[in-house]
């Protein structure tokens, strides 16, 4: 086998991309990765849109903020005293790209150990050849690969607003909201998803003033109801302006800033004028550059590569995996499938269960959830019990002095299966690990509710929540 040809090339460095790569070496396949990102010098910078403009630096301003906003508003409740508080922003944006670099440097450091062959550049099919397909790597020279599987892991782009094309200076996508040089006085967010729920409170915490505008009339329509209001209620206490119901008109950039033509929800006309601009409106599937039409691999009408259940696509030995596909644009959700796809190709049975996939939106309360919601259920007609228990009746929360949200369980009303989990407050995202383990093993909420669980601790919360479903919570 020469030195261009392998089994498998993975085309994308991101969570969905690497991990594939380190499970496909560990099967004892000979693999190339392909990516294109480039670091501030023009170096490599391994780890997709998550490592570099997206969860890692995102958590890292998160906790910087949460830090400040502590210091300032909550450490005096401890009897703590700060004095002569101030923000360097240059430092915290520094510590901010210092913990991307860590985890660029981890994942080149694992390619190494797994003797995975790294090409800087972006690669493009060619055309099937006798080895499998041909591909093209356009980096700082032109070369010529080949292997027998190919798994595309392309990830995804902030999609613009038509008419707002991001400059990343006033109309800033996730990249530019990542790295505002100075806390913006104003600042209007279009979108109140994930991104816009976390990085709006990312700069509400340093400083800023956020008017949030969305376009459904609903609050986090794809969250539990219950569990929604109770976020809402938390974050309008915190001074997050958030206009729900908005239609967007025209945005205009001058030397002022930003300014926003939009309409309330009772149709009357507004203007937002802002600093700064974030647009986190979603994501649209990239494949720019990877030339799917060489060998006629289909996309659908978002641009998302066709695939099955498994990560097949339209040609044989040629997968996807990821934000280029269908399905949740999440790192887990990318890694899963890498791993998966990996297994498949050495006719092992890779497994990805879809229905316990987490989803976690880090802002402060935490959400979390897994499984079905409320609405869900009810729309499905499938009869459930509920059981809810707040953090304001749980000790460990009383002494973090985090005593917003709850726990809440959805079980079937027959065999008291867990059907979904939700959760708003302290550390969400850690405690939803219990209830994905639990409904990967088809736990009952009964189960939960008669395990054994550490005092004091949220995570009590859960075990609450699961008793609360039959009506015996013993603390609340
Ligand atoms: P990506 O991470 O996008 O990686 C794709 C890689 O492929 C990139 O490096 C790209 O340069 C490269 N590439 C593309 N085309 C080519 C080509 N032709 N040749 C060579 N290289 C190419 N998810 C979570 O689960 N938790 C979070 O907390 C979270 N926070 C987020 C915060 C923000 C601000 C954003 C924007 C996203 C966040 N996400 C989070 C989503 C997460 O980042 C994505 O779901 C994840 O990165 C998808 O992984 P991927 O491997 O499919 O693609
Ligand atoms: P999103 O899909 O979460 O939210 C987009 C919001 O914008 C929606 O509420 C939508 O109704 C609204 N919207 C769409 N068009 C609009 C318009 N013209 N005017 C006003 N509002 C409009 O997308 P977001 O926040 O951009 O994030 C993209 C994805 O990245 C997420 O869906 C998630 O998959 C991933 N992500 C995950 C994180 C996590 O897991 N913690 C953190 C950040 C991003």
């Known amino acids: 086998m020469s030195n261009k040809q392998f089994d498998v090339i993975v085309i994308g460095g991101g969570p969905g991309g690497y991990v594939a790569a380190i499970r496909a070496a560990q099967l004892g396949f000979n693999v190339a990765c392909i990516d294109e990102w480039k670091n501030a010098k023009g170096g490599p910078a391994l780890g997709g849109t998550c490592t570099n403009i997206g969860c890692i630096p995102s958590k890292a ?15 005096a409740d401890h009897g703590i005293k700060v004095e002569g508080l101030g923000l360097d922003i240059d430092k915290m944006l520094g510590r901010k790209d210092a913990v991307v670099k860590q985890n660029n440097e981890g994942i080149t450091y694992l390619f190494k150990k797994n003797k995975i062959t790294f090409f800087h550049g972006r690669g493009s099919f060619v055309k099937a050849s006798d080895a499998g397909y041909e591909l093209k790597v356009t980096g700082a020279a032109e070369e010529s690969i080949e292997a027998k599987h190919v798994i595309v892991a392309t990830g995804s782009n902030a999609r613009a607003l038509p008419g707002a094309d991001f400059d990343e200076e006033n109309i800033l996508s996730n990249d530019g909201a990542l790295r505002i040089p100075g806390v913006p006085k104003k600042l209007g967010l279009i979108g109140s998803g994930v991104i816009g729920l976390e990085m709006g409170s990312v700069w509400r915490r340093l400083g800023s003033e956020v008017t949030v505008l969305e376009a459904l009339p609903t609050f986090l329509g794809a969250v539990d109801e219950q569990i929604a209001k109770e976020a809402q209620k938390a974050f309008v206490k915190q001074g997050l302006k958030i206009e729900l119901g908005v239609k967007v008109g025209e945005v205009k950039t001058g030397k002022k800033g930003v300014s926003v033509a939009w309409t309330n929800a009772k149709g009357e006309a507004q203007t ?6 974030i647009v986190s409106i979603g994501r649209v599937p990239n494949t720019i550059g990877l030339n799917p039409e ?7 009408e978002r641009g998302a590569i066709v695939v099955d259940d498994e990560c097949r696509t339209s040609l044989p030995n040629v997968w996807a995996i990821g934000d280029v596909v269908r399905g949740p644009m999440l790192a887990h959700k990318a890694e899963e499938e890498g791993v998966a796809v990996a297994e498949r190709i050495a006719g092992q049975h890779g497994h990805v269960n879809f229905n316990t996939i987490p989803w976690v939106i880090y802002t402060s309360p935490e959400i979390a959830w897994v499984g079905q919601t409320e609405q869900q259920l009810k729309a499905e007609g499938r009869a459930y019990k509920a059981g809810t228990f707040p953090f304001l009746a749980n000790g460990r929360a009383r002494a973090l002095g985090d005593t917003t949200g709850m726990v809440k369980f959805l079980a079937d009303a027959a065999t008291d299966e867990i059907l979904g989990v939700h959760i708003v407050g302290p550390m969400a995202s850690e405690l939803i690990s219990e209830a994905v383990v639990a409904m990967e093993f088809k736990a009952s909420a009964e189960d939960i509710a008669r395990i054994c669980h550490a005092h004091p601790s949220l995570s009590e919360a859960t075990k609450e929540a699961a008793l609360a479903v039959d009506k015996r919570t013993l603390n609340f």
């Open 294 to 300: 060489a060998v006629g691999l289909k996309l659908d």
């Open 61 to 75: 301003l998160l906790q910087s903020s949460e830090h400040f906003e502590h210091a300032g508003k909550h450490f």
């Open 272 to 277: 937002l004028e802002v600093d700064k601009l």
